[in-house]
T-cell receptor
Framework: NAGVMQNPRHLVRRRGQEARLRCSPM?????VYWYRQLPEEGLKFMVY????????ESGMPKERFSAEFPKEGPSILRIQQVVRGDSAAYFC???????????????FGAGSRLTVL | AQSVTQLGSHVSVSEGALVLLRCNYS??????LFWYVQYPNQGLQLLLK??????LVKGINGFEAEFKKSETSFHLTKPSAHMSDAAEYFC????????????FGQGTRLTINP
């Protein structure tokens, strides 16, 4: 029973390149969340998606960042024209569609660590 | 919006000593509350959660937390620290009732001294 799978675990990009981070939720989970963890900082919410639908993107930077969760395949966080400040660990989490909203446990992946040179 | 504040970004205790990591929440309405642990270079793992009912919640690895409405606190404790407890600990809360996402505190890095 695989958990939340993220890949790549480590990604190195030069400034101006694109980064694509993938996340496959736990089996049976229909909600995906992306968080960013900057060095020496806590986790900051970025976006929350269900299949083919962005529910809450209040934490996404206005430019260069996008996320999708297609009907088939993993969720993808895309960062265009990366800059050094994008260097961080990006965590994906998933949860089931629960009856008690707010009490659902988020299950996290191991993260994708992006380094921008 | 509800939020949590973790007092102390670094806590250091001796092996075998009591661990106390502090978390206070902002809402006057009892929220759902979570503690997660992050080991180096890993994702977050759920330690325990409070939803309703018993205010003393037991989690994995001998940790427990007590929900105290009068103090708006949800401090994490463990009677006797083990070297393997060295990690970063995060308190979290849904930002409003019914929210699916969580907002996290700044985290507390726990160091265990031999």
């Amino acid at each position: 029973n695989a958990g939340v799978m993220q890949n790549p675990r480590h990604l190195v990009r030069r400034r101006g390149q694109e980064a694509r981070l993938r996340c496959s939720p736990m089996k049976g989970h229909s909600h995906v969340y992306w968080y960013r963890q900057l060095p020496e900082e806590g986790l900051k919410f970025m976006v929350y998606l269900q299949k083919e639908n962005i529910i809450d993107e209040s934490g996404m930077p206005k430019e260069r960042f996008s996320a999708e969760f297609p009907k088939e395949g993993p969720s993808i966080l895309r960062i265009q024209q990366v800059v050094r400040g994008d260097s961080a660990a990006y965590f994906c989490a998933s949860s089931p569609l629960g009856r008690n909203s707010g009490a659902n446990v988020l299950t996290f992946g191991a993260g994708s660590r992006l380094t921008v040179l | 919006a509800q939020s949590v504040t973790q007092l102390g970004s670094h806590v250091s205790v001796s092996e075998g000593a009591l661990v106390l990591l502090r978390c206070n929440y902002s809402s006057s309405v009892p929220p759902y509350l979570f503690w997660y642990v992050q080991y180096p270079n890993q994702g977050l793992q759920l330690l325990l959660k409070y939803t309703t009912g018993a205010t003393l919640v037991k989690g994995i690895n001998g940790f427990e937390a007590e929900f105290k409405k009068s103090e708006t606190s949800f401090h994490l404790t463990k009677p006797s620290a083990h070297m393997s407890d060295a990690a970063e600990y995060f308190c979290a809360v849904p930002p409003h009732q019914g929210a699916q996402k969580l907002v996290f505190g700044q985290g507390t890095r726990l160091t265990i001294n031999p």
